[in-house]
Each structure stands twice: as C-alpha cells, then as structure tokens.
C-alpha cells in the first residue's frame, strides 16, 4: 500500500495511465520520489521489476546516470515511468505564474541561464554550481531522446497537468554516450563508401538527443513527400529555417576535404534510413562515396519508392560512366535548385 499512498497527491490521470502498464502494489513495482541515482543502485535487482519516478526529470543532476541505473536494475521487458516538463510547459507554467510584463523578462534570463550556459562548456560548471542541476529547461525532444539512449523504448506519452509523463521499456543496455554533443556544429555517424562508419559533420538543426528517436518517429510519424517525418518535433525553430537554404549542410565541406564524400553522390545515411532500403540498394550504395548534391533534386522523388528508384537509377549510369554521370548530374541539380527553386520539404 506505500506504493498507493505516494501517488494520492497526482491526478487521477496519472495513476490510471501507470495502472495500464504496472501494478503499483506489487511487491516487484518501486514507486520513488528520489533526484539521485543512489537510491536507485540501492534496489534489489532480483526482486524489481518496474520502477515509477515521481520526480520530473528536470531536477536530477545526472540524468543519464539515473536511468541507466534504473536500466541496470530492471530485467529486460521491465517498466520504466516518470515524468519531464518540456519547454513549452515551462512557458505556460511562467506565463500563469507571472503578469505579463515580467513573465516575458523571466524567460529571457531563464533561456540563458538554464537553456544556454549548461550547453556552453565555459559556463557549464556555473551553470551547475548555481542551480546544482535542478529545474533544468528540457526540450521534449532531449527529454525522451535521453530515455532511448539509455536503453528504453517509449510505449506511451501523455501530457497531464502541464507535464509530459512517459512510459518505457527496456530493451537493452544503454549507449553511454559520455561527449553528448550539445553544441552548434554536431558529427553524426553514417554509412559510408565499403559500409565504413563515418561522422558527417552539420550544423545543429535538431534538439540535443535528438538522434536517438529516429526509430521512435519512424514508428508513430511515418514518412512524408520527399522521405520526411511527418510533424518532426525534434527540430527547433532556427533549424527548420536552416534546413530550407541547406545552411545545416555547410560543414559537410570538412567532410569533402577529408575525402568521406564526393560532390555528387547519395546522401550519407545513418544506420535505421540505410535499413528502410532494399537489399540490393543497399550494395549498391556502399560501391562508392556518398555525396554533398544527392540526386534527389534531380528527380525530385516524393515517396520512399521513388528515392529508392531515383538513387538506384544514378548508381547504375554511375557505374557505367561516373565522371559523365557527376558531371551532368551536378549541373542538373545547380539548375533545379537556384534556377527551379527545388527544395526537399
């Protein structure tokens, strides 16, 4: 019954959605209030089966520390649930807090001081000494990116009293990611000449683990026109304008230098796109470089099929004839795309 009394002061709605996954009074289900991963290490592994946070996430110092400890001390199949308050929560909760005026100084300091200083390694440590991690400013995107990285799948999400609660599975070991990039200019591992891994080098257009959801929008957002995810909320608001003029793209030029890529090739794709194609795409692809001009914007493919053809159709006059084929494929695509006005979204 310890359980059942912790979670008297939550909405009725939170009880009911842990009651779906979970018995909250089962001698296998830990319902804590806790910010550190010590009283998490401290469970019995042999005994947990399901852990219930009630704390938001935005208050533990070290995150990833804390549910990879959760990971480590729930078996496989095992329920993991707890709760964030995402940045448009947190603007609503200061909008109702505060008159209007005031409300709009506030989140000005608090996007520096709780959004920026902890992303900048100068400021950091101040960042840390002065709040100690608590109440940090979290994008829905990093919030649940962080729970995959850590080795949970998300089966529901729901917001309740102006917080997202999350319920995961796990199923597998983290990834302990120890340099999470947080900065502009981000290296994203990618599927290059021979099937080698490389890192392509852009400018941040997404939230901070934001990588790690690309299964989990695949899943409940599927495709769009040109191979997109429908309704994307891991892109910020400054990246969606850079995607438009491929300003995001620009440092794949260090990537042309280094010899990764070539001018005109198939996009670099990571481990979960290079999935999505045939059998036969697929070796086709690892044949030759990849490119910084796909031939996507001389096709202009809407659906997955249509890339998949567009792509398979440039590797084939490639291999024929690969300085013929880049040749007209670069200018075809330099026409498209500042005389056309071609686009990918």
Known sequence: MINSELLKGFAPEVSKMINKYVDVNSSQTKVMMTTTAFNVLNLDQLTVNSVINLKKINDIRFINKFQEAINEKIPNGGIYIGCVETHEQRSIR???????????????????????????????????????????????????????????????????????????????????????????????????????????????????????????????????????????????????????????????????????????????????????????LQEKRIDSKPGLLPPFYVDMPKTLEEIIDSELKYLNEYKKSPIKTDFQYFWAILNNIFIKKARSN
């Open 94 to 280: 200061i909008k109702r807090k505060f008159p209007l005026v005031i409300a709009q100084v506030y989140q000005i300091v608090d996007f520096i001081l709780k959004r920026v200083w902890p992303k900048l390694p100068v400021f950091k440590k101040l960042y840390f000494f002065i709040t100690d991690g608590r109440n940090r400013a979290m994008s829905k995107a990093e919030a649940l990116g962080r729970l995959c990285s850590c080795g949970f799948s998300i089966l529901e999400i729901k917001e309740i009293n102006n917080k997202l609660y999350f319920v995961t599975k796990k199923e597998k070991a983290p990834v302990y990611d120890l340099n999470p990039s947080y900065g502009p200019l981000i290296s994203m591992r990618r599927i290059g000449k021979d099937g080698k891994i490389i890192n392509v080098y852009k400018f941040r257009s997404m939230y901070p683990y934001a990588e790690y959801l690309q299964e989990y929008i695949y899943e409940t957002n599927k495709l769009t026109e040109g191979g997109k995810f429908a309704d994307d909320f891991r892109i910020t608001r400054w990246g969606r304008f850079m995607r438009k003029f491929w300003l995001d793209e620009l440092p794949m030029i260090i990537n042309l230098i280094k010899g990764d890529i070539k001018i005109v090739g198939v996009r670099p794709l990571s481990k979960h796109y290079y999935s999505l194609y045939t059998k036969e």
